[in-house]
């Protein structure tokens, strides 16, 4: 554990590549296989089960240092990260000693799930009485289910892929899919043997957005272009004896769509495809609010198919007749990929039909008529490509529509979090109606660190009233706000729902009472 830790640390402490990739590597060399995978599975986002709730580590730390339920609560508000938070105020540890990682979760943590509250609390105070203050704060994110380090998935599979002389793309392949935290699944992953998951995916390969103008591309025969579908991207694997369906974030799905299981059990064995589930009716996509209904559910109801019907929109082939074909280029894929959609014959699984364009503006034009047919705009993607794995500058750009905006009022904001922690940067905005301003949309990204610090100092010297962290700020500055999309809701008071609201920018130059009135975002939602 104290190895781990240190890892931890030395990955949060840099922000240099080559001394992130050069810790990463000296951790998997020095660790035995069972630690590894532990490590492996954390440090690729795969989180365990929470074994202890907020409230038992907040009696926990209570026992532990007999400080007061207040403290702790504005300790928390002032540090944002409620592991660390309880690790600082822990006192040193008494019986310190050094487990291995797998031993720690094996045996200290996997333990938890499920007994009672007061059993918890004694099985968490012993455990806290072996850290120090930077493993226990380690081990309390791994007993909430919030682990996060300063290392993406990439630079995890770079770093293994350095060691075990393979190409980042094998590696990433070797990654894919569901593995358990075991020495000899970790062996396998590095040695390349056989890891046992018939229904392995493939890396997704991902888009850049396109920011420059379209013409800067080239000649346009040398591109295809296609609607970006507003949906869920999955991968469907169809090999002997296994039907599975993975999401974008390697979630096993497939007993959420069953109604698209019948038509990939036409597909011939050996064929995996790359696309979007989508709410479908008829012969068009429904807005993704819609579908956000059955993302999450575990099981789904006949009712709900019936509510939310749904489809797999297929753009690419990434295995046929058992074959890895994603060094084939697109057009050669995209051939293969039209006779496997025509062959099964359903409705449930539909091929994304290409844009013809003989000019960019010509597309541009019909770009600009993505929101009328329930997509996000369009995906443009060079002909000879081959599918990459991450996201590889060059081949596939996806070009959107323009975001909608408001600009509307500051009226709530509480503390951020992490390195935010002691500013108040989650803001809660709103417009008006009726002369009153209604909660609309809540944001916390798009100003420069130096607008948040004069926002930060506007908020403190004009709050109104407070609500444990949340302060009722005087209505006086305006922001505009962008967001992808708005939809009708009873579960806001304002009666919508907006999609990825962020703060485009401080509008220093109106008035409160110029801002947007609901009524504005009321068009916006019948005209979308």
């Not at 840099?14 to 998997?28: E, N, V």
């Not at 009696?59 to 007999?66: D, L, R």
């Not at 295809?224 to 694997?237: H, T």
């Not at 497939?254 to 019948?262: G, K, Q, Y």
Request: proline share 5%.
């Amino acid at each position: 554990m104290k190895r781990f830790a240190q890892l931890y640390w030395e990955l949060d402490a840099s922000t240099r590549t080559l001394d992130k990739l050069a810790s990463l590597r000296a951790y998997f060399t020095e660790v035995s296989a069972d630690d590894a995978a532990w490590a492996l599975y954390f440090l690729t986002g795969q989180k365990l089960k929470r074994a202890v709730n907020t409230r038992v580590l907040r009696a926990c730390v209570a026992q532990a240092t007999n400080l007061p339920d207040w403290l702790v609560d504005e300790s928390y508000h002032a540090v944002g990260d409620l592991g660390e938070t309880l690790a600082w105020l822990l006192p040193a540890a008494s019986n310190a000693s050094d487990r291995p990682l797998h031993t720690m979760v094996e045996q200290t943590i996997r333990p938890l799930i499920g007994l009672p509250p007061d059993e918890q609390i004694v099985a968490v105070r012993q455990t806290w009485q072996t850290l120090s203050q930077r493993e226990a704060l380690v081990w309390n994110k791994l007993v909430m289910g919030e682990f996060r380090v300063g290392a993406g998935r990439i630079l995890v599979t770079r770093a293994l892929a350095e060691l075990a002389g393979v190409s980042q793309a094998a590696m990433a392949h070797r990654l894919s899919g569901a593995w358990q935290p075991t020495a000899a699944a970790f062996d396998a992953i590095m040695h390349g043997t056989e890891a046992g998951d018939p229904a392995q995916p493939y890396p997704f390969f991902l888009a850049h957005p396109l920011e420059a103008a379209a013409q800067t591309l080239g000649e346009p025969q040398q591109w295809q272009a296609e609607w970006k579908w507003d949906g869920i991207r999955a991968q469907v694997v169809r090999r002997p004896g296994v039907l599975a369906i993975w999401s974008r974030g390697e979630e096993l799905v497939t007993d959420r769509f069953p109604e698209l299981l019948p038509a990939f059990e036409r597909l011939p064995a050996g064929t995996v495809i790359d696309g979007e589930v989508v709410a479908w009716r008829d012969e068009g996509p429904l807005p993704f609010a819609l579908l956000q209904r059955r993302i999450g559910r575990l099981k789904v109801t006949p009712r709900m198919q019936a509510e939310v019907p749904v489809a797999l929109v297929a753009f690419d082939v990434l295995e046929h007749a058992g074959g890895d074909i994603r060094s084939q280029t697109l057009d050669q894929r995209r051939a293969i990929l039209e006779r496997l959609v025509f062959d099964a014959g359903s409705a449930a699984l539909r091929l994304s039909p290409v844009v013809e364009f003989d000019e960019w503006g010509q597309l541009d034009e019909q770009r600009q008529q993505a929101r009328q047919h329930n997509v996000e705009g369009l995906m443009l993607k060079r002909r000879d490509s081959a599918y990459g794995v991450g996201r590889p500058r060059g081949a596939w750009w996806k070009w959107k529509i323009q975001p909608l905006s408001v600009d509307a009022v500051l009226i709530y904001a509480q503390p951020g979090h992490g390195r935010r922690a002691s500013l108040l940067t989650d803001y809660t905005f709103g417009l008006w109606d009726e002369g009153v301003l209604v909660p609309v949309a809540k944001a916390y990204s798009g100003l420069t660190d130096d607008e948040i610090r004069q926002v930060d100092a506007f908020i403190r010297a004009h709050t109104v009233e407070r609500f444990g962290p949340v302060r009722v700020v005087e209505p006086r500055l305006v922001f505009e706000l962008h967001f992808d999309a708005v939809q009708r809701s009873t579960r806001h008071k304002s009666g919508f729902a907006v999609r990825f609201p962020r703060m485009h920018r401080w509008r220093s130059d109106k008035m409160p009472a110029e801002a947007d009135r609901l009524a504005t975002l009321r068009a916006l939602a019948t005209n979308t």
